[in-house]
DNA sequence: GATTGACTTGTCAAATATTGTCAAATCTAA
DNA sequence: TTAGATTTGACAATATTTGACAAGTCAATC
């Protein structure tokens, strides 16, 4: 249930001891969808993320790349048995 | 907009002969979503996969790695600056 | 043990995306 | 041309996602 992105952000959110709200109102959604973003409950769109980077004076890129792993894991976490496999597929196309 | 299940599909279906008609018909759907299917224009479901392996005679988990690997390019494609760190990311926890 | 503030949870309607069909168009071989 | 096979585009039906709201838990403080 846990992704990569929601405990980064949250992660960055308490070190500067800010509240859920705090950034919900930049972003400007609810306090209860920023807390399901970062308990992964909820996916935040790229605007989303690319917004809440710029809040926390975090690396935009590297929100966005653990947001796009979290998309991926999620995407392959039904098929286990082929996952590793189909990586590899994915990834010599990704290559070229 | 071509993918790897489709390619294949294709592939097989032709050395046997066979109409888009006629697997449409084992798969209980349109012909006009089979030719979707093939041209990778539509995503088939895995019960789709599943069907068309059957009838095709053809290796169930290779057909439903391809399909896996399509889905997993849908999702990287878009963010190509980023895929790869995404990808190894996910690739890591996937060892586990 | 009541109050307060931060966060979480469940539910819902609205918005968005996906699916499959139909009819019409295009292509191909005779 | 004609017939059959495939493709295309538009559309309704479904399914999924989104975000808000209200009610809930939890911990600290009074």
Redesign the interface.
Known sequence: MVN?LGQKIRELREKKSLLLRQVAAHLEVDTALMSKIERGERNASKQQVISIASFLKADE?EL???W??D???S??VE?P???????K???K??KK
């Open positions: 990569h890129e966005l790349t653990l796009l792993a998309k991926i894991e995407t392959i098929e048995k082929i996952a590793y496999e189909a990586m597929i994915a990834n196309n990704l």
